[in-house]
């Protein structure tokens, strides 16, 4: 069987069909979608046509195994998780009170401390509007694919150019952090 690009177009439709039917801790659907493709090439190195098996039949099994073992994957490797809305505030008398105002400000609606530490941190790093909007929509649950449509721009790129001031904002908060330069020693530990 010849592996080329028309094995994979011809093979397409199968991969979306099976993407729109499952959902993967961790992954975009553009991530699924590109390891199924990788089963497909597998496959068709795989595949014996001396054994009596379609093709069809041998990727279809080798496409359901590769979405079990992610599936398998992200769950070892998700911890678990507990709602918010689960907490229970009863044991709040005996926490310092720093965490309880912390629990007060996740529990209740009207706190915006979170929404402004959000648009300070956001300030710190120089995000526009657009890479902004990216992190907000990408918090949401929302697909690559649907931000690239609500933005009008790819999501790729902003995603890219929100990492690059993300990890630049991240260096500098760090540099001028008090513990970045020991003023009684001289030393500079900045490193």
């Not at 177009?9 to 659907?29: A, F, H, I, T």
């Amino acid at each position: 069987m010849d592996i080329n690009d028309d094995l994979i177009r011809q093979w397409e439709p199968k991969v979306q069909k099976m993407v729109s039917n499952v959902y993967v801790v961790g992954l975009d659907r553009d991530d699924v979608a590109q390891e199924l493709r990788l089963a497909i090439v597998k496959a068709a190195k795989g595949f014996e046509e001396d054994r009596g098996v379609l093709f069809h039949t041998y990727l279809h099994t080798a496409m359901t195994n590769t979405i079990r073992t992610l599936i398998s994957k992200s769950q070892r490797l998700s911890p678990a998780t507990v709602s918010l809305d689960a907490v229970n505030l009863d044991f709040t008398a005996s926490l310092p009170s720093q965490s309880t105002e912390v629990l007060k400000a996740l529990t209740d609606p009207t706190d915006f401390t979170i929404d402004v530490e959000f648009k300070e941190f956001v300030d710190v790093c120089g995000l526009d509007d657009i890479e902004e909007a990216f992190i907000t929509l990408r918090l949401e649950g929302l697909t690559m694919e649907e931000i690239t449509e609500d933005l009008g721009e790819p999501a790729y790129k902003v995603r890219q150019a929100v990492r690059s001031k993300l990890f630049k904002g991240v260096l500098n908060e760090t540099q001028n952090a008090p513990w970045g330069n020991d003023t009684e020693t001289g030393v500079d530990t900045k490193a």
